[in-house]
């Protein structure tokens, strides 16, 4: 009876240990269909996502986002109860039963969440542009027939791409602000309108993705540069009418192969140059050379920015005209100048500025590009403060149309010795 009775615990043992496998095995299938389907929906959801990746009008809800990262979770838990039943790793029969159904439950209630009803995507705020900082235009004549000149232009249909040329600091960039700006006030007219700052280091793929950030469009991913131009093109194509501003361009970058698509429902192009070889080379169809100012409207510009609140004599006059004249009739050179003579107020002053400025320019009047770092160079030695002049170096540290905040500057400028906190220049060793 004995060796019976031994028998029948042997043989209720191993029925035990072969139901629980049973049930273990079967669950496992069970887990194993569950997760597939949830992968499927999984799938789906990331297919429709990777399709609107390119719309820049819309983008995955939060809840979708959180939803993936939870599927995410419960597929390593999945992952993880796989392994340990394939490994044995398991004490209590119980306690692993009860996690693989608590598992599959939380698998079944990801699949339900899964459903979003109203959808997976939301609308994105959609920029139309803002107004740039700029300076008033100086001259009746000059200036404001360069600004019309460009906005005249943009009035033909037929016109869809133009190139504005001239020497650095004869004021390119501020007149097309301008143009930038009265853009956007007739936004029925001409759409959206894009600005974009391009600068001597850039390429094409930079410019690509600097275009694609003004639309709200993301392919940093993608590496073939005709992808990306195409995928562009598509977005831009979908503005029907659109301004691209391309201020400060160094090289020659054909619109096409950028992903500019022009001459499709109202699409334009407008690039600021120093040269006229790029503007035909990327072909511009129409191309205006910006014109120096006048005598007059040198004159005008030098006295607003002196912002002496008396009058020159004539007798004072004639040396702060001969400097002027040494300017050729550029904004920039102009008003670097009168900044850094509005210190100088007797008559032997003037001179010795006029005949430093001669000695930097050479005697000639500035007819080239390297002729204005000449004039920056002038005002420069003139600062007569090695402490000034690392302050104003510092400057060039921070990227090119980086809005230097002034408090930030002077902080900076505490931090690295140049200047005490009580606002005086730190005292050289």
């Known amino acids: 009876m004995e060796y019976v009775e031994l028998l029948k615990d042997m043989w209720s043992s191993i029925s035990i240990y072969f139901n629980y496998h049973k049930i273990l095995n079967e669950n496992l299938t ?9 992968e499927c929906r999984e799938e789906d959801i990331n297919t429709e996502l990777e399709n609107a990746q390119y719309n820049r009008r819309k983008k995955a809800k939060r809840e979708v986002e959180n939803w993936l990262k939870e599927v995410q979770h419960v597929k390593d838990s999945a992952q993880k109860i796989e392994q340990e039943v394939g490994e044995r790793r398991y004490f209590s029969r119980f306690s692993f039963l009860s996690q693989f159904e608590a598992n599959m439950k939380k698998v079944d209630e990801m699949f339900e969440l899964g459903n979003f009803p109203n959808g997976i995507l939301i609308d994105v705020h959609q920029d ?15 200036a404001k027939r360069n600004l019309e000149n460009i906005w005249t232009c943009l009035e033909k249909g037929e016109i869809q791409s133009i190139g504005v040329w001239g020497m650095g600091g004869i004021g390119k960039t501020t007149v097309v602000t301008h143009i930038h700006n009265r853009l956007l006030k007739n936004r029925d007219t001409f759409g959206h309108v894009y600005w974009v700052t391009v600068s001597k280091e850039s390429n094409i793929r930079r410019l690509q993705d600097v275009i694609a950030g003004k639309l709200n469009l993301h392919f ?56 006229r070889d790029v503007c ?13 100012l ?8 030098f006295n607003k920015t002196l912002e002496r609140y008396n ?9 702060p005209k001969d400097i002027i004249k040494e300017c050729g009739g550029l904004p920039l050179a102009i008003v670097t100048i009168a900044r850094s003579l509005s210190v100088v107020y007797s008559i032997a002053g003037w001179r010795n500025a006029l005949n430093e400025l001669r000695e930097h320019v ?11 770092f000449k004039i920056l160079e002038f005002s420069y030695s003139r600062l007569n403060d090695e ?27 505490i931090a690295e010795g140049l200047v005490e906190e009580n606002g005086k220049l730190a005292s050289r060793a």
């Not at 069970?30 to 389907?37: A, D, I, N, S, V």
């Not at 006048?294 to 510009?301: H, N, T």
């Not at 050479?362 to 204005?372: A, F, L, R, S």
């Not at 000034?388 to 902080?411: G, H, K, N, T, W």
């Open 311 to 319: 009058a020159l004599s004539k007798k004072e006059e004639e040396i």
């Open 220 to 275: 940093s991913k993608e590496e073939d540069e005709k992808i990306r131009a195409a995928l562009l093109s598509e977005a831009l194509r979908k503005e029907k009418k659109f301004v691209l501003v391309l201020d400060d361009v160094w090289e020659v970058y054909a619109p096409r192969k950028v992903g500019i698509p022009l001459g499709v429902d109202g699409g334009k192009l407008i690039i600021t140059t120093r040269s």
């Open 362 to 372: 050479k005697g000639h009047t500035i007819d080239m590009e390297n002729d204005v």
């Open 294 to 301: 006048s005598e007059e409207e040198a004159w005008e510009l």
């Open 128 to 142: 139309e542009g803002n107004a740039l900082l700029t300076t008033q235009l100086i001259g009746e004549t000059t």
């Open 30 to 38: 069970t887990l194993g269909e569950k997760m597939r389907r949830l």
């Open 280 to 292: 035909q080379r990327m072909g511009c169809k129409e191309i205006i050379k910006m014109e120096p």
């Open 387 to 413: 402490k000034l002049q690392e302050c104003l170096l510092y400057c060039a540290l921070f990227p090119e149309d980086f809005m230097i905040r002034r408090v930030s500057l002077i902080r900076y400028w």
